[in-house]
C-alpha cells in the first residue's frame, strides 16, 4: 500500500497542538515547523486527517520539493516531479496559492504560470498529448518557497478546515473554529468540569468545547475535494465517516455556558450550537462579564474578549481589562484562558499569567494568557 507524505498547515505557536492530535490518530511525525506539521500515512490518512483534525487548516498530499533559485529551475524542478500518479488525463489543476518568503522567487502569478505550464510539459510526455481537456475533477495546487526550497503539495481539503459548516451566523470578528479548539486543547479542561465563556459572542468557543466534549469530529458532516478525486477512493471518507460516528458519545452531559451583553448574537450563537448538533449542552445568556459569577469550584473560563482593533474602541480597553480582572478574582478556584492582541492586558488585569502564548490569529499577534486555578481535590473512590 502506498505511504504518502501528508502537510498540515496551522495557526503560528499551535504546532505543538497539532502534533499531539495527528500522532493521537496513530501516524508519525515526520516535521514539525512554523505553521505546518508533516506527517505518513496511507491513502485512508487524507480522509482520516480532514475528518478528524480539529486544529489544522488544511491536509496537502506531498508531490515533491526541490531547490530553485532561478525560473530554469522552477521549471525543470516542477516537471521533474511525478504528476501522472496524481492528476489523471482530464484533471482540471492550477497552482491555487504561491507563497514566497526569503526567496529569489518572489512573485505569485510568475509562479504559478510557470509551473502550470512545466506540469503541461510533463504530462504531455507521459499521456502522449499534446492538449489536455481539463474537464474533470478539480486538483489544486498549492506550492510554498522558503529559502529558495520549494514544497509542492495537492490541497484535499478545499475549503479551509475551519469551516466545519454549523456557523451560518457570525458576529463581529468571530474566533475561526480551528483556534477555538486549538485554545480548548491548550487547556488541561475536561468534560466533567463547568466551562464558561463570558464573551462567547456567536458561540465558537462554547460548540467546539462540546463537540470536543460530545467527541463529534469537526468533518464528519462536510465535503472535501479529494472526495473526488482518482487516487483516493470514495469509500475512504465513507469508513472516516463511520468511524466519526461510532466515536460519538451521545450520553455524556456537559457544563457548557456562554455568554454575552448582546441579545442579538446570542440569537446567532444559539442557531449555530443547534446547526452543530450541540445545542443541548449549552446554556447561552445574556450578561455582562462584570457579573460572572457561579457556585461551582474549580472551573474553567476560555474566551475572546474585544481587542480594540479599531481605534474608536481601544480608549474602552483599559475599563474593560480592569473588570475582567476583577469578574476573574471573583472565581479564586477557578481556571482562566484569554486570547488577546491587547498589549497592556496583564496590567489591567491586575495579575501576571502564569504562562503567555504568542499565536498568530491570521494576520494579528495575540497572547494567550493562562491563569491556571489549584487542582481540583482528589476523589476518594471508596467514600463515594
Not at 516537471?79 to 518572489?106: G, M, N, R
Not at 450578561?287 to 474602541?313: A, C, M, Q, W
Request: aromatic share 10%; charged share 30%.
Amino acid at each position: 500500500m502506498a505511504v504518502y507524505e501528508l502537510i498540515a498547515p496551522c495557526h503560528f505557536g499551535l504546532e505543538a497542538v497539532l502534533k499531539r492530535e495527528i500522532q493521537d490518530l496513530g501516524y508519525e511525525i515526520t516535521e514539525v515547523v512554523d505553521g505546518r506539521v508533516s506527517f505518513t500515512g496511507d491513502i485512508s490518512a487524507v480522509a482520516r486527517a480532514n475528518v478528524f483534525l480539529r486544529t489544522c487548516e488544511r491536509v496537502l498530499v506531498k508531490v515533491g520539493s526541490f531547490h530553485a533559485e532561478t525560473f530554469d529551475e522552477l521549471f525543470e524542478g516542477t516537471k521533474a516531479l511525478p504528476w501522472e500518479s496524481f492528476l489523471p488525463k482530464d484533471a482540471k489543476f492550477w497552482v491555487k496559492k504561491a507563497s514566497s518568503v526569503k526567496s529569489k522567487l518572489f512573485s505569485p502569478s510568475d509562479i504559478q504560470r510557470i509551473m502550470k505550464k512545466a506540469i503541461v510539459e510533463r504530462l504531455k510526455i507521459q499521456y502522449h498529448m499534446e492538449w489536455f481537456p481539463e474537464d474533470g475533477k478539480e486538483y489544486p495546487i498549492r506550492v510554498s518557497l522558503l529559502k529558495d526550497e520549494v514544497l509542492v503539495a495537492l490541497d484535499t481539503s478545499g475549503e479551509s478546515l475551519h469551516k466545519r459548516g454549523y456557523r451560518k451566523f457570525t458576529s463581529e470578528a468571530p474566533i475561526s473554529e480551528t483556534l477555538a479548539s486549538a485554545l480548548i486543547l491548550l487547556t488541561p479542561w475536561k468534560k466533567d468540569r463547568i466551562l464558561i465563556d463570558p464573551f462567547c459572542g456567536s458561540g465558537t468557543i462554547p460548540i467546539e468545547a462540546a463537540m470536543i466534549g460530545m467527541n463529534i469530529a469537526p468533518g464528519m458532516r462536510r465535503d472535501f475535494t479529494a472526495m473526488d478525486w482518482d487516487f483516493v477512493p470514495r469509500k475512504t471518507f465513507d469508513a472516516a465517516r463511520r468511524e466519526a460516528e461510532t466515536k460519538i458519545d451521545r450520553d455524556v452531559e456537559l457544563q457548557i455556558q456562554g455568554y454575552d451583553l448582546d441579545p442579538n448574537v446570542l440569537v446567532l450563537a444559539r442557531g449555530n450550537a443547534k446547526l452543530a448538533g450541540v445545542d443541548h449542552q449549552i446554556h447561552f445568556q445574556q450578561r455582562d462579564v462584570k457579573d460572572l459569577h457561579s457556585p461551582k469550584s474549580y472551573g474553567f473560563i476560555i474566551t475572546n474578549p474585544p481587542y480594540g482593533e479599531r481605534l474608536e474602541d481601544k480608549a474602552a480597553l483599559p475599563a474593560l481589562y480592569k473588570t475582567i480582572g476583577e469578574a476573574f478574582g471573583g472565581l479564586p478556584t477557578w481556571s482562566s484562558y484569554i486570547i488577546t492582541s491587547y498589549e497592556d492586558a496583564e496590567r489591567y488585569i491586575g495579575r501576571k499569567a502564569a504562562k503567555n502564548r504568542k499565536i498568530y490569529n491570521g494576520m494579528i499577534r495575540t497572547y494567550f494568557y493562562q491563569y491556571p486555578g489549584p487542582k481540583p481535590p482528589r476523589r476518594d473512590p471508596k467514600s463515594e
